[in-house]
């Protein structure tokens, strides 16, 4: 008993009851809040359950996704049939508050999420985003042209807002071991389902296979050409310092996977290079905190114009074509 008696240990422990809460709240004040754009994909759910929900093995903590303005294509399927249910389940299951607008959505977070499944609006929104001045990641596809692409880069230093896109598989636990000394090239395949609506045809899924050749070989890519089949796209480039990387996009669906050769090595991944998406939420969480993109937005401009490449490729039967 401390020498006050009762009213001096009443007075104890409501200090030390109140020290716990100001704990508590500087430490939930410290976490950024995100906001996402974008409820029509699986990523919106998926992230938001890395980062909100405590129980998950894989749980990041640092920052909690607060608000999301649901956005979606009436004319894509993959949108138009989950748009409302991903909204739902991120309010119900994750506490995230959905906002009628991206103005609304602005002014409750620290920085954004651009997750709209479909490529095309993603450069609308992304004026819109950029009103709030807040660091944003652009989930895949950036855009579904080359134009917008270059557009998006553009605005964004006009306004001096900092931003990075990149595909999980960039960033796949496997990938590091296939960046062998001496290499001379790759061969990767991934799968390439297309979506009409997007106009560089490589944008909608292809990019995973892209991105992974690139995060091989790196850039420096010149030249580039496509065959396709209905079932099957092979895309080849010729980088400037001699390297050669081939591409195989398989439809439907097929595994993540990738060759590479030097003069004395051949090295194949052991499982598929899929590995979840908590390597890139750590990737994007260093981004929202440092300004610094993971991904040089040269680099990711060069795989837009590497699938433009490819697309011209095909218009011009299969020729070899420059990258612009």
């Known amino acids: 008993m401390p020498p006050g ?3 001096e240990l009443l007075r104890y422990f409501t200090l030390v009851a109140g020290l716990i809460l100001c704990a508590r709240h500087q430490a ?3 976490d950024l809040r995100l906001g996402i754009v974008g409820t029509d994909t699986s990523h919106a759910v998926a992230f938001t359950s890395l980062l909100n929900d405590p129980a998950t093995p894989e749980h990041l903590p640092g920052a909690r996704i607060v ?21 739902e389940e991120l309010h119900s ?26 490529g095309r609006p993603h450069l609308a929104q992304f004026r819109e985003i950029l009103k709030g001045h807040k660091p944003v990641f652009i989930d895949k596809p950036l855009a579904s042209t080359l134009r917008d692409a270059l557009e998006i880069a553009r605005v964004a230093k006009e306004a001096g807002v900092p931003w990075f896109t990149a595909s999980s598989l960039r960033f796949s636990d496997g990938i590091p071991a296939l960046r062998i000394a001496g290499l001379l090239g790759a061969s990767v395949w991934a799968p390439g389902p297309q ?5 560089l045809d490589l944008s909608w899924y292809g990019i995973h296979g892209v991105e992974m050749l ?15 089949t209905a079932d099957q796209d092979v895309i080849a480039g010729r980088w400037k310092d001699g390297k050669i990387g081939v591409l195989r996009l398989i439809r439907p ?11 004395k090595e051949v090295h194949t991944n052991e499982k598929d290079l899929y590995t979840g998406y908590r390597s890139l939420v750590v990737e994007i969480l260093k981004f929202f905190n440092t300004g610094v993109s993971p991904v040089p937005q040269q680099e990711t401009l ?4 590497f699938m433009d490449a490819s697309l011209r490729s095909v218009k011009a039967g299969g020729s070899p074509v420059p990258i612009r």
């Not at 669906?253 to 003069?263: E, K, M, P, R």
Request: aromatic fraction near 12%.
């Open 67 to 87: 608000a999301a303005y649901k956005g979606g294509s009436p004319d894509v399927a993959e949108s138009a049939s989950r748009v409302d249910k991903y909204a």
């Open 195 to 199: 979506e009409s609506h997007h106009e």
């Open 28 to 30: 939930f004040a410290a």
């Open 93 to 118: 299951k994750y506490g995230v508050e959905i906002v009628p607008d991206i103005a609304t959505l602005l002014t409750k977070v620290d920085a954004v999420l651009l997750e709209s499944v479909d």
């Open 302 to 305: 060069e795989m837009f114009e």
């Open 214 to 228: 690139y995060s091989i070989l790196g850039p420096g890519c010149g030249q580039v050409w496509r065959t396709s």
């Open 5 to 7: 008696g009762y009213p």
């Open 253 to 263: 669906y097929s595994s993540y996977g990738a060759t590479v050769f030097s003069a």
